[in-house]
């Protein structure tokens, strides 16, 4: 069973990647795909809500899905469809040929990434142990080498889909391979040998009680989305920084995300969840009070490095702390959770574009700077608690193996 864990950890970490680099790839090309559809200005934005729309639709079918349905199967068909998306988006001829490809894709993200924390938090119960912040990082080291890939793809001036399609013919196969050695999680027994007293259908969460880390969820990313829609403006127009030095916050940020979330579990073994998280949340609001404060562009860059290591623990944990709540429903818990990650999407980019049109952007920081803040008081939310069956949640789970479709 040893083996079995590790294999399974394994390939949903390639998964992680894989979706990593493949959502790198679409949206650090957005002015290019704008270029090749002729997509203008006033109707961008339009396709650009569309997607996270799409995407909580996506997950909150899942929840449906997975009640008949292995996670394991919904992430090993889903993961290629999210590949395909891509290529058709970068192969594609007139609008409504990116409309559709990009409502696949949305649907398709929202699918994977509910289904892709979904076996993450079984993982992690089977394995007892955080293990959460790993899968994530693997995810932001996806990102980097996505984004690297895509300004490989504009600095040659190649077209989309020549730049897409070599990415798709390694990942297609080989997600499609590593899916074999997914791991589902099911519920503990109770002890007249029933499900889990929390309901594996769903019908076990209660919407009040998982509120906070929904709210949580959100509130990280209105940071991250700050982060990667308004960094490179920030230190242009507000800290006076050259147009080329402008590009590296974000590049600064990924690396910080991926290092923080590389170490994080360790610091979730030793120190728990609740400490990392508040140790999160200050970094973060310190890394935006930086930002705000700062007289030029370098102190604005030590800004979002802090902001990288910051917010890096937040939605990992989140899922975690969800899992923990609703043992017994879990997936429902994570697919219902995992629709504030597109909310928070959504909101943060308007939000600091609105702000800092009426009050300056410098006073703009502050606001996402108070929402990370309040994480502080939900903090609670994310420790572990004692079970019924003796242990606690983290240790709540047997295992299954799900090999693709067939379940075997």
Known sequence: ?????????????????????????????????????????????????????????????????VKRIRPS???????????????????????????????????????????MNMLGVSLQRAYGRSIMLGFHAVFSLGGIVGASLAWAGAHWKLALWV???????????????????????????????????????????????????????AFAYIGDSTVSNWSAKYLKDVLGSSEQLATVP???????TLVGRAVGDLGVRRFGAVAVVRLGSLTAAAGFAVVAAAPGAWAGMLGFTLLGLGLCVLVPQT??????????????????????NYVGFLVGSPLVGVLG???????????????????????????????????????????DVGRGSNGL
């Open 250 to 256: 974000y590049n600064v940020y990924m690396v910080t």
């Open 357 to 399: 049109d009426a009050w300056g952007y410098r006073w703009a920081m502050l606001v996402p700077m108070v929402l990370v803040l309040v994480t502080l008081v939900y903090a609670r939310s994310f420790e572990a608690r004692p079970d019924r069956y003796g242990g606690e949640h983290e240790r709540s789970r047997t295992v």
């Open 319 to 340: 899922f975690a702390a969800a899992g923990r709540l609703f043992p017994g429903s879990s997936d429902a818990a994570i697919a219902r959770l995992n629709v504030f």
């Open 1 to 65: 069973m040893t083996d079995v864990l590790r294999r399974g950890r394994a390939s949903l970490a390639f998964g992680f990647f894989a979706q990593g680099a493949a959502f790198a790839l679409l949206v650090t090309r957005i002015p290019a795909i704008q270029d090749r559809y002729g997509v203008s200005d006033a109707l961008l934005p339009l396709f650009l809500a569309a997607v996270p729309v799409l995407a909580g639709i996506g997950s909150v079918t899942t929840e449906q899905v």
């Open 163 to 217: 730049s897409y399609l070599p990415v798709v013919a390694v990942l297609l196969p080989a997600v499609l391979v590593a899916s074999r050695w997914y791991v589902d999680g099911r519920p503990a027994p109770a002890a007249d040998g029933t499900g889990g007293d929390d309901g594996a259908d769903g019908g076990g969460v209660v919407f009040r009680a998982l509120l906070p880390l929904c709210l949580v969820m």
């Open 73 to 115: 199967r919904v992430l090993r068909w889903s993961q290629p469809a999210v590949l395909l998306a891509l290529l058709g988006v970068g192969a594609g001829g007139d609008l409504a040929v990116l409309a559709v490809t990009l409502a696949a894709f949305g649907l398709a993200v929202g699918a994977l990434d509910a289904s």
